[in-house]
């Protein structure tokens, strides 16, 4: 089945800089890419999303990026500031998945100010 | 719309009682699902439903039992709890060939003790 690596586990910026999470995934069949952001004592909340006919998308602050060849797939966040602070989440959707997602272990980011 | 409601918010059981975690959403989304959450080992899909009448398992299934009798309303059982089910849990939902988005849960803190 598919198997999604996220990296790293921990990330602390300085605002206004910029923030990777980068993510590879197993499964060549994989389509569907989210990013997932989890604040303290919430549920995830969908932030981004990337098709595998796509190579790139932003939106404001965020982008996210994906190479089908070498099967990975990143977050960036640029500008960050601290209200950018939480887990985030990737994961990959096998087509023809019903709709069954794969997460990646998550990566918690901090903003000092 | 209320989106997916999930109660109790918190809950402690001892060891062998069994009880059952309620979902629900006003969306009419055919698919929806439960996943726990435990620290370092992001999300993972326990149980899913691609509309009533039609359920099926995860990655980690064992010790959970569901049923889909309505579009709305999901709801996870744990039969004999096990101190090894304390996690958080999330429900999920979204419409069936979408594209993917799913839409979460506040979740549900399970404690066994």
């Known amino acids: 089945g598919e198997n999604v690596e996220q990296h790293p586990s921990t990330l602390s910026v300085q605002e206004g800089d910029s923030a990777v999470i980068k993510c590879t995934y197993s499964?060549?069949?994989?389509?569907?890419f989210p990013w997932y952001k989890q604040e303290l004592g919430k549920g995830p909340q969908l932030i981004i999303d990337i098709r595998s006919n796509v190579g790139e998308k932003k939106d404001q602050r965020i982008a996210v990026t994906l190479n089908k060849t070498a099967k990975h797939f990143s977050l960036h966040i640029t500008e960050t500031q601290p209200e950018d602070s939480a887990v985030y989440f990737c994961a990959a959707r096998l087509q023809g998945g019903s709709e069954k997602l794969v997460f990646g272990k998550g990566t918690k980011l901090t903003v000092n100010p | 719309n209320a989106g997916v409601t999930q109660t109790p918010k918190f809950q402690v059981l001892k060891t062998g009682q069994s009880m059952t975690l309620q979902c629900a959403q006003d969306m009419n989304h055919e698919y929806m699902s439960w996943y726990r959450q435990d620290p370092g080992m992001g999300l993972r899909l326990i149980h899913y439903s691609v509309g009533a009448g039609i359920t099926d398992q995860g990655e980690v299934p064992n010790g959970y039992n569901v049923s889909r009798s309505t579009t709305e309303d999901f709801p996870l059982r744990l039969l004999s709890a096990a101190p090894s089910q304390t996690s958080v849990y999330f429900c999920a939902s979204s419409p069936v060939g979408s594209g993917g988005e799913q839409y979460f849960g506040p979740g549900t803190r399970l404690t066994v003790t």
């Open positions: 499964d060549s069949a994989s389509n569907y």
